[in-house]
């Protein structure tokens, strides 16, 4: 196969945190969105991210935690819960993995 035949456009795909607790807390699951894969530039912050540094990880993620229109919902105004923040963050860079 041809790699070029792989390259496409990366797209949202919806992600869900059904989580008991978080359910039990909030009343229903948390949905949020990410790309499929990441454009080169994002790629390159996260492989150069120290892992031990948590506010850098969370600074690269936070580029990858959209909305329905593909917008961060994380900025210098607007924040998580930490419960739910270091499950999304999991979810995010575990589909990453994939």
């Known amino acids: 196969m041809k790699l070029e035949k792989l390259s496409q456009k990366p797209k949202l795909i919806q992600i869900t945190i059904d989580d008991e607790d978080i359910v039990?807390?909030?009343?229903?699951?948390?949905?949020?969105?990410?790309?499929?894969?990441?454009?080169?530039?994002?790629?390159?912050?996260?492989?150069?991210?120290?892992q031990n540094n948590y506010h850098s990880v969370l600074d690269a993620v936070s580029e990858l935690i959209l909305n329905e229109e593909g917008k961060p919902i994380i900025n210098k105004e607007t924040s998580l819960p930490n419960k739910v923040l270091m499950r999304v963050v999991t979810k995010v860079v575990n589909n990453l993995g994939k």
């Open 24 to 50: 039990k807390e909030f009343g229903e699951a948390v949905e949020f969105y990410t790309w499929d894969r990441i454009p080169i530039d994002q790629f390159v912050k996260m492989a150069s991210v120290d």
